[in-house]
Structures are given as C-alpha cells and as structure tokens.
C-alpha cells in the first residue's frame, strides 16, 4: 500500500488532503510511524523522531493512530487477495507476497493479476497501492518500490540481471542504512560492484548475510510463497521521555516495563527460554544482549532478576538511551500466524508512551 496510515488519514479527513502530515507522535519524544508523500518530499520517513520530522517540514500535521481503522482496512485488502489465491505471505499489515502462477481467474499473465488487485483495491477501499511483479520474493519485493504511489513494475527473468546489477546497493532489500554504508566504503555502490565479490569474501566482511547478497545480486532466491508464518519471539518496548544513562535512572523504567511484560506473557500463555534486552541510544545505535536457559522463563522474579544482570553487565556499553526493550525467544509455544494476524507486544507510538511515562 501506498503510505498507507497517512492515505487513510487523508482518505477520511479531506482537510489533510494535498497536506504533509504525519501518523505518530510529534512531540519531544515522538516517532512518525509513516508519513504521506506530501511530507516525504521534504525528507520526512517513518521511524524518524517527530521533532526532527518538523525541523524538515515546518506546516507538518500530525495525526494520532487509529490502529483498528487500519486493520480493518487490511482485511478488506486481504479478502480482495484471497479472490485471486490462497498463496498470500503478508510481511505487515499493509504488504504481502501472493503467488499467483496458479491462480483462481485461471489468468496465464501475472502483470495483469497485478493490475486488476490494484485496481479493486482502488475500487473497495479508495486507496492506492504499488505492485512488483518478477519470478522470485527478492525482485518482486524491490520492484514494488520503483514506481510509487500507485505504480506496477514488472521484472522479467531475461531482464533480471540488468536490473540487478544497476540498481544501488541502497535499494537492495535486507541492505539497511549502516550495511550500505559499509558496502559504499568497500567500493560497493551497486549491484555490479557487488557482484564482483565472491561468496568467500562477503561471508569474511559481513557473516552470514554475505551469502545473500552473494545469492540475491544474481537473482538467485527461491524461497516459496508461504500462507502461514511461525512466530519467533515475544516482546515489548518502551520509548522514554527522556534520555537515561545510569544503571539507577534506567532501573525503575526497566522495572515497570517486566511487569507489563509478564502481565502479557501470562495473558498469552506462552514463555521462551531467552531473554533479551533491547537499548536503543539517543543516536539510534541499538545495543541487544541476551542469554538463554534450558527451560522457560515463567517466573517473574526470575526474569526481573536476569534482565537486570543483563542491564549491570552492559552498562559500561550504555551511553544516553532513548528505548528500552524486553523479548523473549525459543517459545513454548510456536504459533502460526494465519493471514499475518498475531500480535506483537509493542506500545503504539506517543499516545502509549505519554500514558506509561
């Protein structure tokens, strides 16, 4: 979908229609979940600080979330999906991949499976949205973004490896913003450069995601289209009012955040034999420290006492933190998640964050 939470926004406000606004929080400690691309012309993203957002964009309206409205949207998208295959992966509430080399219009041309999902998207929910077409989840998935908003790219096998090799490094999915930086000071820019490595010397700079650039700059990704994911890890976060530094001053924040933590453990009944502590700094840097035991995590005491080992013995690490974050791994119970319905035990932007602060 096509900035999706804003296009709702403006969908049922016209007043914010051809206005740069914001879904999030745009105080002092806010975050934009997403922004509406009258905004992003002037640099503005998702997971961008809202104060920073507004250094950029001074008319920028902010707009509290409506999560409900959104997942509500998301079903009538996945019905529309499901018209045309059972095949659907969703990646979020507003992307999926569907496979639809088999589907139910007995349509032979992808493209034009593409095109008519876009256009009853368009028609249910007055909403846009951008497709990539292409034999595997890696072009597919990179194509989608080419033509946005409300653009179909499609990449066929015997132009793949042109397409590949011109694109930047930056736009190859999986490669963040710190790996392509990493990548640019290797001499890497794009996916010919990139291609030049062997598999050996990616592995020795980048561990094991060397082999998937190696694999994916040659098009090489055959990973199946997947209508039911397992859930992995449990966990929540917290962003703070203000920056912490010290062991003292992050405790009792850290304390409130097991509680709750526990509180919904219990209310879904399942424990991981890992725990782990998520910091993120007030420059972004993430810092994550876990360990694990041979039986679940259940008590919590236990856990209350394992994460603040975890916070005592990394506090040296610790320079001004923004987020704290707990999760657990190794479930009990590994779930399926059906249609990409499940939860995530994860505050919502400000609203959450001013409430718990």
Not at 41 to 63: R, T, W
Not at 236 to 264: M, N, Q, S, V, W
């Amino acid at each position: 979908m096509d900035a999706f939470y804003a296009s709702i926004e403006q969908r049922d406000n016209p007043e914010l229609r051809g206005k740069p606004i914001a879904v999030g929080g745009g105080g002092r400690r806010g975050v934009v979940a997403t922004a509406s691309y009258e905004a992003r012309k002037y640099g503005v993203h998702s997971a961008m600080p809202g104060y920073k957002a507004k250094q950029l964009c001074p008319n920028l309206i902010f707009v509290s979330s409506r999560f409900a409205v959104y997942k509500e949207v998301s079903r009538q998208i996945r019905e529309i999906f499901a018209e045309y295959t059972d095949l659907i992966e969703p990646l979020s509430l507003d992307e999926a991949f569907l496979d639809v080399t088999v589907n139910k219009k007995n349509e032979p041309l992808a493209t034009v499976v593409a095109q008519q999902i876009m256009d009853r998207i368009l028609e249910v929910t007055n909403l846009t949205c951008s497709a990539g077409v292409s034999y595997c989840k890696f072009i597919a998935k990179v194509a989608s973004d080419i033509k946005k908003p409300n653009g179909l790219t499609v990449i066929k096998p015997h132009k793949a490896e042109q397409f590949l090799e011109e694109l930047p490094i930056a736009k190859f999915h999986g490669v963040g913003k710190v790996t392509a930086e990493k990548m640019k000071f290797y001499g890497i820019h794009n996916g010919a450069d990139l291609k030049k490595w062997t598999k050996l010397e990616l592995a020795q700079k980048f561990g094991k995601t060397g082999r998937y650039f190696y694999n994916i700059v040659r098009g090489l990704d055959n990973r199946p289209v997947q209508n039911n994911r397992q859930r992995k890890s449990l966990a929540i976060e917290r962003t703070l009012r203000d920056d912490l530094a010290t062991y003292d001053e992050i405790l009792p924040i850290l304390d409130g955040l097991i509680d709750k933590f526990h509180e919904r453990l219990k209310k879904v009944d399942n424990y991981g034999r890992t725990l782990t502590l998520k910091l993120k700094t007030s420059d972004f840097q993430i810092l994550t420290r876990s360990l694990s035991k041979d039986y679940y995590l259940t008590d919590i005491e236990e856990i209350r006492r394992l994460a603040y080992g975890l916070l005592e013995d990394n506090i040296e690490a610790i320079d001004q933190i923004r987020l704290i974050g707990l999760a657990t791994s190794n479930l009990q119970k590994t779930e399926t998640l059906i249609a990409g319905y499940g939860y995530q035990l994860k505050f919502d932007f400000e609203e959450e964050e001013e409430k718990n602060s």
